[in-house]
């Protein structure tokens, strides 16, 4: 029961920040503060988790109200490399990171 973002246009580590507040805790508690999280990476992370939550009910039969995050793992998805005009005529290039997330779910019993 997992779900896989890849390419995500939010630095990793500002998304390992958003994170670190759901991991190890139920989906219903997570999408809850993820939805009063006023930080852009937590859309994207509400959107993994629910892809998760809906992969464990279709494939697995389970009930979301069950269902707790076990890991939910961050890590670099590459660069968007740009150039931006520096002074003198001259250009200054700047990189955008992106991650890629990966969540796992498991019910409250396995745990």
């Given at each position: 029961?997992?779900?896989?973002?890849?390419?995500?246009?939010?630095?990793?580590?500002?998304?390992?920040?958003?994170?670190?507040?759901?991991?190890?805790?139920?989906?219903?508690?997570?999408?809850?503060?993820?939805?009063?999280?006023?930080?852009?990476?937590?859309?994207?992370?509400?959107?993994?988790?629910?892809?998760?939550?809906?992969?464990?009910?279709?494939?697995?039969?389970?009930?979301t109200k069950?269902?707790?995050?076990?890991?939910?793992?961050?890590?670099?998805?590459?660069?968007?490399?740009?150039?931006?005009?520096?002074?003198r005529l001259?250009?200054r290039?700047?990189?955008?990171r992106?991650?890629?997330?990966?969540?796992?779910?498991s019910?409250?019993?396995?745990?």
């Amino acid at each position: 029961m997992r779900a896989v973002a890849k390419g995500l246009k939010v630095p990793p580590r500002k998304m390992n920040m958003v994170a670190a507040l759901v991991r190890n805790r139920s989906v219903d508690d997570a999408m809850v503060i993820l939805e009063h999280t006023p930080r852009r990476a937590a859309g994207a992370l509400r959107q993994v988790i629910k892809s998760a939550a809906a992969n464990a009910e279709h494939n697995n039969k389970s009930e979301t109200k069950d269902l707790v995050i076990s890991e939910i793992k961050v890590a670099t998805g590459g660069m968007i490399k740009r150039m931006r005009a520096g002074g003198r005529l001259s250009v200054r290039p700047y990189r955008h990171r992106l991650s890629n997330v990966v969540v796992s779910l498991s019910t409250k019993e396995a745990k």
